[in-house]
C-alpha cells in the first residue's frame, strides 16, 4: 500500500473536482472532489443509489450532464469526446459487464482497440485468468457470472489503459469466484495498475484499497486510509447500512 502523503506524491494521475451531475432534472452528484495517484486503489462505498456508479459515469464522460473538474494526466477530460475517453489512459468495467453472448471468449476479447502501448498480451491473459484459458473457443452464453467478471476486466486490460474503473466487481459472484478476482486485482496493483473501485464487500476490497471514500446523497462525506477501516467500522455501518 502506498502511505505517502499527497504532498510527496505530486499530482494525481486522476483529479476530481467539484463535479456535479443530473440525470434529467434529477441532480445525483454534489461537488464531487477525489485524487486518484499513479500505482493506487481508492474505493468508493456506500448505500445503494449513493451516487457511487454516477461518479464512475461522470469520470467516463458518460452522465448526460456534468459540470466540475476532471483531468486525466494533467488533460482536462470535459474536452474529450466520448469515444475517444479510453483513448486518455482510462476503462471501465460497469455492473452489467457488457459481455457479447453470440461471440466466444476470444472474440469478446479481441473486441476492444488497443488505445495505448503496453496492453497484456492474449496469452498473459489466459495466464491470469485460467478460466478463460480453458472457455476460450465458448459463446459468452455458456459462461458463469463469475467467468463473465473475468472476461470483462481481461477484455479491458489487453487494450493499454492505465486506470480501470470496476463497479461492483464481485456482486453475486460465488466466494472461489471472488477470492479469485481478489488475487487478480492484487497482481494488477502490483504490476502498477491505478484502480478505483465500487465495492460493497469491505474485506474484499481492503486487499488492494489504500484508501477509501465514503458517499451518501451524491456527496463525499469523508476519505480515510485502509488501516483506519476497522476503526471506521460503525461509522460505514450508520452510512451504508451493512
Not at 457511487?52 to 459515469?57: G, H, V
Not at 472474440?107 to 485460467?130: H, Q, R, T, Y
Request: net charge neutral; aromatic share 4%.
Amino acid at each position: 500500500m502506498n502511505s505517502a502523503p499527497a504532498a510527496e506524491r505530486g499530482e494525481p494521475l486522476l483529479k476530481v473536482r467539484k463535479v456535479n451531475g443530473w440525470y434529467g432534472e434529477s441532480h445525483v452528484l454534489h461537488d464531487v472532489s477525489l485524487d486518484l495517484y499513479e500505482g493506487e486503489t481508492i474505493t468508493l462505498v456506500g448505500r445503494n443509489g449513493a451516487g457511487k456508479t454516477s461518479t464512475l459515469r461522470a469520470i467516463m464522460n458518460l452522465l448526460p450532464r456534468r459540470s466540475g473538474e476532471i483531468r486525466i494526466a494533467g488533460r482536462d477530460m470535459a474536452k474529450v469526446p466520448v469515444h475517444r475517453t479510453a483513448h486518455s489512459g482510462i476503462g471501465y468495467v460497469p455492473e452489467e459487464r457488457g459481455i457479447f453472448a453470440s461471440l466466444t471468449v476470444s472474440e469478446n476479447l479481441m473486441l476492444p482497440p488497443k488505445v495505448a502501448e503496453g496492453g497484456m498480451s492474449v496469452e498473459a491473459i489466459f495466464d491470469l485468468f485460467p478460466n478463460l484459458a480453458e472457455r476460450r473457443n465458448s459463446p459468452g452464453t455458456k459462461l458463469s457470472g463469475g467467468e463473465q467478471q473475468m472476461l470483462a476486466i481481461a477484455r479491458i486490460l489487453r487494450t493499454g489503459v492505465k486506470i480501470i474503473l470496476l463497479d461492483e466487481p464481485t456482486e453475486g459472484l460465488a466466494p472461489v469466484i471472488i477470492q479469485r478476482i481478489g488475487d487478480v486485482l492484487v497482481e494488477l496493483k502490483k504490476s502498477g495498475m491505478t484502480l478505483l473501485l465500487v465495492e460493497q464487500n469491505f474485506r474484499f476490497a481492503r486487499k488492494v484499497a489504500d484508501r477509501f471514500y465514503l458517499m451518501e446523497d451524491g456527496h463525499i462525506l469523508e476519505s480515510f486510509p485502509t488501516a483506519q477501516l476497522d476503526a471506521k467500522m460503525d461509522r460505514l455501518h450508520e452510512v451504508v447500512g451493512v
